[in-house]
């Protein structure tokens, strides 16, 4: 267990609704990380937060955006979704200025888009 | 050309054997690297990292990288069928803040 916890494990949704994932980072860590993962593939950076402020984007539309809050918990949001957002969405907690950059994954949420 | 390339599998190896997993990766100023086990259905999990030319050692798990050649290796030891995974490579760049690229995994299998 890495400490950090994600919410919901499964969501279905239909095209063109939004949805908001949470994550909770490890104790002591104070940036995150969201990745997607299709099916067959390594997971894909979309964006990460610390200090409250986006610190780097992947290659993703503005649809995606998050959020992070005081106690270092995260919320990513997609707007109008796509049938190719189905997939397993990550959050990855660590501790930016600490002595290494390791990413520690929460268990995911599944994403269906019907 | 993709960031973080591995071969995608299956590797069969017999149990007890030595499984080899290999990852190149293109941007030559990557200065972190990473192995994650990815159990089917599950999240990435951490298996180790390495910073500097070598071998690091960790029970069963060696990782190896040589960044003159820009290649990543991963040895496991006596592997059991609890070790039936997809490995994952990943990198951190100097260039690229502080986000991780991937491989898109190797699928290993240990047989009985």
């Known amino acids: 267990e890495t400490g950090v916890t994600q919410s919901p494990t499964h969501l279905i949704k239909t095209r063109g609704q939004q949805v908001t994932l949470r994550c909770s980072s490890q104790?002591?860590?104070?940036?995150v990380s969201w990745y997607q993962q299709a099916l067959g593939q390594g997971p894909q950076f979309i964006f990460q937060y610390y200090r409250e402020e986006e610190n780097g984007r992947g290659n993703f539309p503005p649809r995606f955006s998050g959020l992070q809050f005081p106690n270092y918990s995260s919320e990513l949001n997609v707007n109008a979704l796509e049938l190719d957002d189905s997939a397993l969405y990550l959050c990855a907690s660590s501790l930016w200025g600490g002595r290494t950059d390791t990413q520690y994954f929460g268990p995911g949420t599944r994403l269906t888009v019907l | 050309q993709k960031e973080v390339e591995q071969n995608s599998g299956p590797l069969s190896v017999p149990e007890g054997a030595i499984a080899s997993l290999n990852c190149t990766y293109s941007d030559r100023v990557s200065q972190s690297f990473f192995w994650y086990r990815q159990y089917s259905g599950k999240s990435p999990e951490l298996i180790m990292s390495?910073?500097?030319?070598g071998d690091k050692e960790d029970g069963r798990f060696t990782a190896q990288l040589n960044k003159a050649s820009q290649y990543v290796s991963l040895l496991i030891r006596d592997s059991q069928p609890s070790d039936s995974a997809t490995y994952l490579c990943a990198a951190i760049s100097l260039r690229g803040g502080n986000k991780l690229t991937f491989g898109t995994g190797t699928q290993l299998k240990v047989e009985l």
């Open positions: 104790s002591g860590h104070n940036t």
């Open positions: 390495i910073y500097s030319n």
